[in-house]
C-alpha cells in the first residue's frame, strides 16, 4: 500500500514538474524558427504592398516641377502658342502674364491656371492645352534598412513609394517609419523651401493617396533601423528585442518565448516613457482579453517595455513542483 502511494505522488511530482518547466527547450528551437518565419513574411508583405502601389503609380497622376519643359497651346493665339521651360523657382514666364507659378501642378490645373491669367485681362475664355515635352532629370537618395542603398536618377518625378520599390523595397531590419527630407516650393510664398517629413510606413501603405508624397529636389529618404523594445518578467526568454513596424503585446510576449507558468495572465503592463516629461506612463492588460480579441492589441514603440508579473498561486505550485521532485527521486535508480 505504501508503495502504490509513494508511485502515486512520484507520477503527480513529475507531471507537475513538467508543467512547471519541461518541454521548454524542446520547443525553443521551433518557436526561433517560427520567429524567423514570421519576420520573413512581415517583410515580404510589406515590399509586396509597395511594389503594388508602386505599379498602380500612386495617384497615376504627373505634376510638373522645375526644369520641366511643356508645350503650351492656345487656341487662335498662335503667337503665344509654343515651349516653355519651368525656371528653378517653379515658375513659368509667360508673355503677356509674366511669372506664373506652376510647381506641383497636373496639366489640368496648369492648363486652368494659364487660362485664369490670360482671361483676366487679355482674352476672354481662351482654350489652353498643355503636354510635357522634357521630363526633368531628377535624383534622389535612398539609405537605411532597405535592400539597395544608393542614389537613383529617374527622368519624371517620383512618388514616395515609388522610390522604396526602386531601392528593392525595407529589409528585416527596418524600423516603423520613412524620413523624408527634399526641396519643394512653398505653396505660401512661392519661394523655394526644405520639407522634412517623418511617416509611418503603415500609413504609407494604407493611405497611399494622403502620404504618397511626390518628391521634391535633393530628395533623401531614410528608413532607420528599428530600435529595441524589452520583455521581462514571467516570460521563458526576458530580454531585449528588435522593434518592428507591427509588433504587439502578444507579438512581444510569443517573442519572448510565451508566458511561464507562473505567469499572471491578469497582471501585465507595458511602461512607455513619455517623450516630453520624461516620466514613465504604466498601461495594464489582461492577456486573455487580447488573446481573445486581438482588436484590443497595443502597439509596441521602440523604448517601450512589457512587464509581466508572477501570480502567487502559480509561483506556490510551480515552487512546489522544484521542491518535491528531488524528494520523489530520492532513491531511484534508472535501469
Known amino acids: 500500500m505504501f508503495r502504490c502511494s509513494a508511485l502515486m505522488m512520484f507520477s503527480v511530482v513529475f507531471l507537475l514538474a513538467g508543467c512547471a518547466t519541461g518541454g521548454r527547450n524542446d520547443v525553443q528551437g521551433v518557436d526561433e524558427f517560427q520567429q524567423q518565419i514570421a519576420a520573413e513574411e512581415r517583410v515580404s508583405d510589406i515590399n509586396e504592398q509597395l511594389m503594388m502601389l508602386a505599379v498602380s503609380g500612386g495617384d497615376g497622376v504627373y505634376r510638373v516641377g522645375p526644369e520641366d519643359r511643356v508645350r503650351i497651346e492656345i487656341l487662335g493665339v498662335d503667337e503665344l502658342s509654343r515651349e516653355y521651360r519651368i525656371n528653378g523657382a517653379g515658375n513659368l514666364l509667360l508673355p503677356l502674364i509674366g511669372q506664373l507659378p506652376v510647381a506641383g501642378l497636373t496639366l489640368g490645373e496648369l492648363e486652368q491656371a494659364v487660362a485664369d491669367a490670360l482671361g483676366e485681362s487679355y482674352l476672354r475664355n481662351p482654350q489652353v492645352s498643355a503636354e510635357v515635352t522634357d521630363y526633368r532629370s531628377q535624383q534622389f537618395t535612398v539609405v537605411g534598412a532597405v535592400e539597395n542603398p544608393r542614389v537613383y536618377t529617374?527622368?519624371?518625378?517620383?512618388?514616395?513609394?515609388?522610390?522604396?520599390?526602386?531601392?528593392?523595397?525595407?529589409?528585416?531590419?527596418?524600423?516603423?517609419?520613412?524620413?523624408?527630407?527634399?526641396?519643394?516650393?512653398?505653396?505660401?510664398?512661392?519661394?523655394?523651401?526644405?520639407?522634412?517629413?517623418?511617416?509611418?510606413?503603415?500609413?504609407?501603405?494604407?493611405?497611399?493617396?494622403?502620404?504618397?508624397?511626390?518628391?521634391?529636389?535633393?530628395?533623401?529618404?531614410?528608413?532607420?533601423?528599428?530600435?529595441?523594445?524589452?520583455?521581462?518578467?514571467?516570460?521563458?526568454?526576458?530580454?531585449?528585442?528588435?522593434?518592428?513596424?507591427?509588433?504587439?503585446?502578444?507579438?512581444?510576449?510569443?517573442?519572448?518565448?510565451?508566458?511561464?507558468?507562473?505567469?499572471?495572465?491578469?497582471?501585465?503592463?507595458?511602461?512607455?516613457?513619455?517623450?516630453?516629461?520624461?516620466?514613465?506612463?504604466?498601461?495594464?492588460?489582461?492577456?486573455?482579453?487580447?488573446?481573445?480579441?486581438?482588436?484590443?492589441?497595443?502597439?509596441?514603440?521602440?523604448?517601450?517595455?512589457?512587464?509581466?508579473?508572477?501570480?502567487?498561486?502559480?509561483?506556490?505550485?510551480?515552487?512546489?513542483?522544484?521542491?518535491?521532485?528531488?524528494?520523489?527521486?530520492?532513491?531511484?535508480?534508472?535501469?
Open 154 to 335: 529617374t527622368t519624371r518625378q517620383t512618388t514616395l513609394i515609388e522610390a522604396l520599390a526602386m531601392a528593392g523595397g525595407v529589409s528585416g531590419e527596418a524600423g516603423s517609419h520613412v524620413y523624408l527630407t527634399d526641396r519643394i516650393i512653398d505653396p505660401d510664398s512661392g519661394e523655394p523651401g526644405t520639407r522634412t517629413l517623418i511617416i509611418d510606413i503603415e500609413d504609407l501603405m494604407r493611405e497611399a493617396q494622403q502620404f504618397n508624397l511626390v518628391l521634391g529636389g535633393d530628395a533623401m529618404i531614410n528608413v532607420p533601423r528599428g530600435g529595441f523594445f524589452w520583455v521581462e518578467g514571467a516570460v521563458a526568454r526576458p530580454g531585449a528585442y528588435r522593434q518592428r513596424t507591427d509588433i504587439t503585446v502578444l507579438k512581444a510576449l510569443a517573442e519572448a518565448g510565451g508566458l511561464r507558468f507562473e505567469a499572471s495572465r491578469s497582471n501585465i503592463f507595458v511602461l512607455r516613457r513619455d517623450a516630453q516629461s520624461g516620466t514613465w506612463n504604466h498601461e495594464e492588460i489582461d492577456y486573455r482579453t487580447i488573446r481573445d480579441d486581438p482588436t484590443r492589441d497595443i502597439r509596441l514603440n521602440p523604448g517601450d517595455v512589457v512587464v509581466v508579473d508572477s501570480s502567487a498561486w502559480r509561483s506556490g505550485w510551480a515552487g512546489f513542483a522544484r521542491f518535491a521532485t528531488p524528494l520523489a527521486l530520492l532513491g531511484f535508480r534508472p535501469l
